[in-house]
Every structure is written in C-alpha cells, then in structure tokens.
C-alpha cells in the first residue's frame, strides 16, 4: 500500500509532493512481478500565488518653491512614494524632503 503523500516543497505558486509504497513479497520461482511504479509524485492543488517582492520606489521631485524671505530665507521641495513596498521588499526611506 502506498504511504501518505509527503507534505509540498513549496507554499505557494507550484510545489510537488511525493508517495511511497515497498514490495511487501518479492517474486518467487514462478510466480509475477510487481506491477506498477514504488513512487510518484504530483503537482500540489490549489496553492496560492506568491507574494511579488517589490521594493518601494520614491516619485519625481517636485518644484522647488518660493523663497520663503528675501534675506536668509529658505526654500523647499518635495516627492511621494510612486509604488509602496510590498512582499517584504525594501521600506522608502526618510528622503522625501529637502531644503535649502
């Protein structure tokens, strides 16, 4: 008899388990060979898709704007996240501001 199905290599996308069965009489003098395969594998069903890994990407700067006194003063300019980091890719850091 066959032993129960060995657990998925993978968790998610495309993953293969296997099962395993032993002769349990091996062939006398006369007698028939054991039919069939000691082992198979298959596809697992219904795995998940696996999580893209996307690392954050920071959009264009914007402008920079109006000088905010006419001596000393100062100046700024911004950017946003474009695309926001998922599936454990790589955080945007602090640089979404600058003056100068």
Known sequence: SWEPWSSCSATCDVGYQQRKRMIEQHMTPGGQPCQGALQQSAE???LPRCQEIVDCVMGSWSD???CSSTCNGRRS?????????????QPCGAGDKDAG
């Open 77 to 89: 300019h911004s950017r946003s996240i474009a695309v926001h980091a998922s599936g454990g890719g």
């Open 64 to 66: 920079w704007s109006s």
């Open 44 to 46: 697992c069903k219904d």
